[in-house]
Nanobody
């Protein structure tokens, strides 16, 4: 059974940093689209970063220059380094995956069949 598990959330003051991790298991970490989404209370789930199977990543404009996604194939792990955090980054962060992908990756949440349980990030001003 394929699944992903996030960790690394917490509380930080504005300007601080956090690193999220997402460990995938049950499938080879190849031809995989991995994504970070977030959802704040009362808001829709939105994409944050989409990592293609070649490692290239697309970022939502609001996090460009502050967030960096990276992938460790040997550990089947995706990371999200979040720097210069802002209060508006407060949300539940989810890792999502789609395996055995032959084309490009989507930033639509419905495209991803595998989701983690989420990890809370809270940024205070």
């Amino acid at each position: 059974q394929v699944h992903v598990v996030e960790s690394g959330g917490g509380s930080e003051q504005a300007g601080g940093s956090l690193r999220l991790s997402c460990v995938a298991s049950g499938s080879p970490f190849i031809r995989t689209c991995m994504a970070w989404f977030r959802q704040a209370p009362g808001k829709e789930r939105e994409w944050v970063a989409i990592t293609e199977h070649d490692g290239t990543t697309d970022y939502k404009d609001a996090v460009k220059g502050r967030f960096t996604a990276s992938k460790d194939i040997n550990k089947n792990t995706l990371y999200l380094q979040m720097n210069n955090l802002k209060p508006e980054d407060t949300a539940m962060y989810y890792c999502a995956a789609r395996f055995d992908v032959t084309g490009g990756c989507s930033n639509h949440p419905l495209w991803y069949p595998v989701w983690g349980q989420g990890t809370q990030v809270t940024v205070s001003s």
